[in-house]
């Protein structure tokens, strides 16, 4: 039986492991073929593209900061290349270092925008051009729920995420005609290495809060990307999805 996104062809950034990992191993049990950067994870990196291979999908993995400008579009350029015109970009690349904000310093701060914002805006300038030339994209970014709830030391990611809802809605609306579909994933708690940091006692009380009394894993947000990717996704347009466990509700 063909799969969902039988001969997409997909770019994911920060895909060697976690949420984004769990994704391009989603889309290519679907069909695609999938090219992804991380920034310095290389075994990471080698075990998801074996995976993706192992649904006999094409997988191409690049060393690729995204706050970089030429990198990026070198990563960009090249995927194209392997795989021909890209028809699902999902920016999911992410940092999240908690810190106070008194000791945020400006480049900090910068250093935040540029990898969870700006670095989602360029990539979606880079996917357009050809995505309109045929008529047929879908842009998934990877917000986060703390763009609506806030959450202590981490104003500035918190800043970044609510950045990429703006933008998504934004895209989706200027996009949309071109048969551009572009919406956001604003996931809960999911067990990460970004979310190795936490503490036992941060950890125990938010199990305790959450209604489902556990984290989520990257492979239960995966199937919402797979869905914004596919067919099934046709009608949602500048939607931000909340697989969260019940954590925030809107
Ligand atoms: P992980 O730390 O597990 O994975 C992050 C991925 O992004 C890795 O592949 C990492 O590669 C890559 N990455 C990080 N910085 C860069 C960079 N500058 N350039 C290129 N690649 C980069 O994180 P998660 O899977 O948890 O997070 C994925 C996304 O989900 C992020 O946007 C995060 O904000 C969001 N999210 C996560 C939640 C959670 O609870 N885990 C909750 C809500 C949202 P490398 O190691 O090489 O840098």
């Not at 191409?60 to 070198?74: G, I, L, N």
Request: net charge negative; charged share 20%.
């Amino acid at each position: 039986m063909a799969g969902r996104l039988e001969n997409r062809k997909a770019l994911v950034t920060g895909g060697s492991r976690g949420i984004g990992g769990a994704i391009a191993i989603a889309f290519a049990a679907e069909g695609a073929d999938v090219a992804f950067c991380h920034d310095d994870d290389p075994e990471g990196a080698a075990a998801v593209a074996s995976a993706i291979r192992s649904h006999g999908r094409q997988a191409f993995a690049f060393q690729c900061d995204v706050s970089e400008d030429d990198a990026v579009r070198r990563f960009w350029a090249e995927s194209e290349r392997m795989l021909g015109p890209i028809d699902i970009l999902v920016n999911n690349a992410g940092i999240g270092p908690e810190q106070p904000f008194e000791t945020i310093d400006l480049a900090a701060f910068d250093h935040m925008i540029n990898v969870n914002l700006r670095a989602v805006f360029h990539f979606a300038k880079l996917a357009t051009p050809a995505m309109r030339m045929r008529g047929w994209g879908r842009i998934i970014n990877i917000a986060s729920q703390l763009a609506y709830k806030g959450a202590n030391g981490l104003s500035h990611y918190c800043a970044a995420k609510a950045g990429v809802i703006g933008l998504t809605r934004a895209l989706a609306i200027e996009l949309a005609e071109s048969g551009i579909l572009v919406n956001a994933i604003a996931p809960g708690m999911v067990e990460t290495r970004l979310s190795e940091g936490l503490t036992e006692d941060w950890k125990a009380r938010k199990l305790n809060e959450l209604p489902i009394h556990r984290f989520g894993t990257p492979s239960e947000i995966a199937p919402t990307a797979v869905l914004l990717a596919s067919s099934d996704g046709d009608f949602y347009v500048g939607q931000t999805l909340s697989p969260n466990g019940g954590d925030v509700f809107l």
